[in-house]
């Protein structure tokens, strides 16, 4: 088990539906990062959380996904009227103890449009 | 975008062989980190070398930096089946301040065969 839990770990999912994932690290951490990773690709930022506040959102987060940390512990990424090229890992991430700029992945949640 | 490039893209060798990866980046670091990803899971963090270091050791792994060619090598000596994985680079760019956000290569493949 890694310090970080996602879910669910794999979504199917027809195109044009929403789908939601959810992010839950076991213990406290101020950032919150999540990561999107293509097949044969590495992982790409997405956007990430201080506490409750979303800092830096990536381009690649178009208007259709929304990412909160409503009391900054989990979090949720929604995508809206999902697409094809939207398949994908979504990776969540916080700080390794012990700092020095390392992060501590979930296993992802993998979606699959159909 | 992603920054770092690994070469080779694919390896393939037998086990107790050394697997020799390498890493590109483009912009300037406060250090370089080495991740390891079994399919279909998240990453797993392996080393960190610091842009003030040149070479660093961890059990069977060797890193070196060398940041007037923006580049870093990742050895693994004695290579076993269990190390057949993908092998991703990671930079954490000297922004003027730490805000844990990666940027990670296309990642190389590793194949070690019994």
């Known amino acids: 088990d890694t310090g970080v839990s996602q879910d669910p770990r794999h979504k199917i999912t027809k195109r044009g539906q929403n789908v939601t994932f959810r992010c839950d690290p076991i213990?406290?951490?101020?950032?919150l990062y999540w990561y999107r990773q293509t097949l044969g690709q590495g992982p790409e930022f997405l956007t990430y959380f201080q506490n409750e506040a979303q800092l830096e959102k990536s381009r690649l987060l178009s208007d259709r996904f929304s990412a909160e940390r409503p009391k900054g512990s989990f979090s949720t990424l929604e995508i809206q009227r999902t697409e094809q090229g939207d398949s994908a890992m979504y990776l969540c991430?916080?700080?390794?103890?012990?700092?020095?700029?390392?992060?501590?992945f979930g296993a992802g949640s993998r979606l699959t449009v159909l | 975008s992603q920054q770092g490039e690994e070469d080779p893209q694919a390896l393939s060798i037998q086990e107790g062989e050394n697997a020799t990866m390498n890493c590109s980046y483009k912009t300037s670091i406060n250090n370089l980190q080495w991740y390891r990803q079994n399919s279909g899971r998240g990453l797993v963090h392996l080393i960190l070398?610091?842009?003030?270091?040149r070479e660093k050791h961890s059990g069977r792994l060797r890193v070196t930096l060398d940041t007037s060619k923006k580049s870093s090598s990742l050895l693994i000596t004695a290579s076993r089946a269990a190390d057949t994985a993908s092998y991703f680079c990671?930079?954490?760019?000297?922004?003027?301040?730490?805000?844990?956000?990666?940027?990670f290569g296309k990642g190389t493949l590793l194949t070690v065969n019994p």
């Open positions: 990671a930079t954490d760019p000297n922004s003027g301040g730490s805000n844990y956000k990666l940027t």
């Open positions: 991430a916080t700080p390794a103890d012990g700092g020095a700029n390392v992060l501590t």
């Open positions: 070398i610091r842009s003030n270091e």
């Open positions: 213990s406290e951490h101020n950032r």
